[in-house]
């Protein structure tokens, strides 16, 4: 470490840099495109993502901390108040804030709700009208023009996480608007979640790829066993519903359903872990998980710190 230190440029810049948004805006899309390496799930339904989620990017230049946070929205559940908290925890040691908007549902995604989010507590404000691949290109001038009267950011950019579209671009004035100071975390670190917690998102995701409608948002997944066996990690997951009724969509026909998120869980979680992987998952009821804090802890959305 302290070689790291004698090695990093005087000009050396760190610091955390939140991405703020309406849900489905491409929050996590964009995460994972400026880390470089895929840590968020991703689908197409908005309230994805529900921690916040670290990504280190280090550099000969800088050390950059991006944070994912779920998307900004009122609270209907006490999970959604626990997703809120999150995105407050977030702010408060950020340096900067990146707003993401959506420039294919520019309504929606900068509404006023939004835009004062955005303004919170005088953070620095880089803001990235993203999915510009969806619309026009005049449609991008007026939106960035709608933008900038509004909210004058420090920077907007015209990006699209899908494409790669003013990605460079948007990293290096990400890096610029970081204070000067030395790495936080060692250069060989990406993430500070342990890996049970990317394991339970991963089949998350495939529950939200392949159910339909409201049954995603009622399910939790956790880890209960991960061995690195040879030649297989063996990996032990319940898959947790507030209802007898979900239990009985998740394992479908015969099982045909929990045996294809397990398919395609499993595919994403070998490649993650670089390791093949014996998934065995299970269905399990916590009535109404979504409003007690002590089920809310135990599935680890209560008390998750930010960073
Ligand atoms: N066409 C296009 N689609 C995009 C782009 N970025 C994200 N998407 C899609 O938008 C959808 C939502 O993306 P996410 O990254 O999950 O959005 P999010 O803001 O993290 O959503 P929450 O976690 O629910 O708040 C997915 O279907 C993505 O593939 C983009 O630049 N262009
Ligand atoms: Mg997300």
Do not use: C
């Not at 709700?113 to 999915?131: E, Y």
């Not at 040879?230 to 998740?250: C, D, L, M, W």
């Amino acid at each position: 470490m302290a070689d790291d230190l004698l090695s990093q440029p005087a000009d050396h810049r760190s610091g955390h840099i939140v991405i703020v948004g309406k849900p489905n805006a491409g929050k996590s899309t964009l995460f994972n495109v400026l880390v470089g390496e895929r840590l968020a799930i991703i689908s197409p339904k908005p309230q994805t993502t529900r921690n916040n989620i670290l990504g280190i990017l280090t550099t000969s230049r800088s050390q950059m901390l991006f944070l994912d946070t779920p998307g900004l929205l009122d609270p209907r559940y006490r999970l959604h108040e626990l997703m809120h908290h999150q995105i407050q925890a977030g702010l408060k040691s950020a340096d900067v804030l990146l707003g993401i908007v959506d420039a294919s549902d520019f309504k929606r995604t900068f509404d006023e709700d939004t835009q004062k989010a955005f303004q919170k507590s005088g953070i620095p404000l880089i803001l990235a009208l993203n999915k510009t691949d969806l619309v026009t290109p005049d449609e991008v001038k007026h939106y960035k023009t709608v933008v900038e009267q509004s909210l004058n950011p420090q920077t907007i950019l015209a990006v699209s996480a899908i494409e790669g579209t003013q990605i460079p671009e948007l990293l290096t004035t990400l890096e610029q608007a970081l204070p000067l100071g030395p790495q936080f975390y060692p250069e060989d670190m990406l993430a500070d979640q342990p890996e049970r917690f990317f394991v339970a998102e991963l089949i998350r995701e495939a529950i939200f790829t392949q159910l339909r409608q409201e049954v995603p948002y009622a399910i939790a997944v956790k880890v209960e066993e991960f061995r690195e066996n040879r030649p297989k990690t063996y990996i032990f997951a319940n898959i947790i519903v507030e209802k007898n009724s979900q239990k009985g969509i998740v394992i479908g026909k015969g099982g045909k359903m929990l045996k294809n998120i397990g398919k395609n869980a499993r595919k994403n979680i070998e490649e993650f872990l670089e390791s093949p992987v014996y998934l065995d998952l299970h269905v399990k009821v916590y009535e109404n998980w979504r409003k007690k804090d002590a089920l809310l802890q135990n599935l680890g959305y209560l008390a998750s710190k930010p960073y």
